[in-house]
């Protein structure tokens, strides 16, 4: 995740009633990103790091190969940082064949900060609302505090600083599809991807047993069970799939 060097307005009331508006906000984007060409496969925003969000922009990559090949996919490997990571890493590894998470206190190991330090060169820096580098970088590289001062009436709500950092992800998407397609079946394994379910209900399933006792569980496909026809028929006769009928509908499970 990164705190996007955008600025934004936010008025709040103070204890006093009175209306206060500060203009030092930023928003933080968390990415989900291809390590082949630095593609976004997934990402969210919100007003801080936090386990809700990450697993927004997991959910968003999923949905996002669904969208652009079909079928949702697992990831032959995943890394991330080691935020909230006792709690994440389940996560984490029900997405994936080989979770491998960031060494600790080492930046380099991530190459997701180079990617960050890219959007903020590329796109942050030209936006009027751009605060700069951080405060441990090189003073030469900052704007001038005097146009961040001139121009912070002007500075976007939350919303509408949202919708900028939304649309830098998406110019991306647009850049660099074309380059992730075509290197799809080299960074991805088919797989079912679970997001409700714990890892050992999951595994549960795989002994035969219903891990809570809901018959449904595990199924990705339910059909009507007087459908004939040859797509439905086809699926029946796949032997990597299980079929049953419950109340008049066909279920599938792999």
Not at 186 to 201: L, M, T, V
Not at 214 to 223: P, Q, V, Y
């Amino acid at each position: 995740s990164w705190d996007v060097e955008l600025l934004y307005q936010k008025t709040t009331e103070n204890k006093k009633g009175h209306n206060v508006t500060t203009y030092h906000n930023r928003l933080t984007v968390c990415v989900i990103l291809d390590a082949n060409n630095k593609y976004p496969v997934g990402y969210s925003i919100d007003e801080y790091e936090n386990p809700t969000m990450i697993r927004r922009a997991l959910k968003d990559a999923v949905n996002h190969t669904k969208a652009l090949f079909g079928e949702r996919y697992m990831v032959n490997e995943f890394q991330s940082d080691r935020y909230g990571i006792k709690k994440m890493k389940e996560v984490y590894q029900s997405i994936t064949a080989n979770y491998v998470p960031a060494r600790a206190h080492n930046a380099k190991a991530k190459i997701i900060e180079p990617y960050f330090k890219y959007l903020n060169d590329n796109y942050c820096h030209f936006m009027p609302n751009w605060s700069g580098y951080g405060v441990t970088s090189n003073e030469e590289l900052q704007p001038n505090s005097d146009i961040p001062q001139a121009l912070k009436k002007m500075f976007p709500t939350e919303e509408e600083c949202a919708e900028q950092i939304a649309n830098i992800i998406e110019q991306e998407r647009k850049i660099k599809q074309s380059d992730f397609v075509k290197g799809f079946a080299k960074s991805f394994r088919k797989g079912k991807i679970y997001f409700n379910q714990p890892k050992k209900w999951i595994q549960d399933e795989e002994n035969g047993n219903k891990g809570r006792g809901d018959i449904l569980e595990g199924t990705f496909m339910t059909i009507k069970s007087d459908d004939k026809s040859q797509f439905v028929n086809k699926l029946k006769k796949d032997e990597n799939l299980k079929n049953f009928e419950y109340q008049g509908f066909t279920y599938f499970r792999r």
